[in-house]
């Protein structure tokens, strides 16, 4: 069977970023490749609706109370963007689903990908510990996350995992 891991696409080398660029991380490829784990790449945000140059995006509070409608995601000027954030986190569970994939690798600090930071909604790069809304959605399905700086941990946890070897 072959192993496949979901990839935030940035760190593929896609620049779907919210700036535009791409945040390409050559040692975890590396990693990828000697290890022949085929990466799916998804970027929640294109498949919630935003292209191009965008953001930047934060919320405030739990990705639980965005997901229930008590808070949002916001840009910088107040705009609300939490249904684009909503859709493309259940796009990418689809994704998962589809390719019986049980581990994801996500970029640290995003407000759709962070799995262990996000920033706190000030917009003053303000960091806080908790889970960006697809990092939550894939969690709460049992998707086991590794942020970007975690990937060498994927290894072991190939071993552990039903459908991941």
């Given at each position: 069977m072959?192993?496949?891991?979901?990839?935030?696409?940035?760190?593929?080398?896609?620049?779907?970023?919210?700036?535009?660029?791409n945040r390409f991380n050559a040692g975890l490829v590396r990693f990828l490749n000697k290890n022949k784990v085929k990466p799916v790449g998804v970027c929640p945000?294109?498949?919630?609706?935003?292209?191009?140059k965008?953001?930047?995006?934060?919320?405030?509070?739990?990705?639980?109370?965005?997901?229930?409608?008590?808070?949002?995601?916001?840009?910088?000027?107040?705009?609300?963007?939490?249904a684009n954030f909503i859709k493309g986190a259940y796009g990418a569970l689809s994704i998962a689903r589809k390719n019986r994939i049980r581990l994801a690798i996500l970029k640290s600090k995003s407000p759709s990908c962070g799995c262990d930071y996000t920033y706190n909604g000030s917009f003053k790069k303000i960091v806080k510990k908790g889970l960006g809304i697809t990092a939550y959605i894939l969690k709460k399905n049992k998707i086991r996350?590794?942020?970007?700086?975690?990937?060498k941990k994927l290894r072991?946890?190939?071993c552990n995992v039903p459908g991941a070897r």
């Open positions: 072959e192993r496949k891991v979901l990839v935030s696409y940035c760190l593929l080398g896609k620049n779907c970023r919210f700036d535009g660029k945000e294109e498949l919630g609706g935003l292209k191009g965008r953001g930047p995006f934060e919320f405030k509070g739990r990705p639980s109370s965005v997901i229930n409608g008590k808070t949002a995601v916001r840009d910088i000027k107040g705009a609300d963007f939490t996350l590794f942020s970007d700086n975690q990937y072991s946890a190939m």
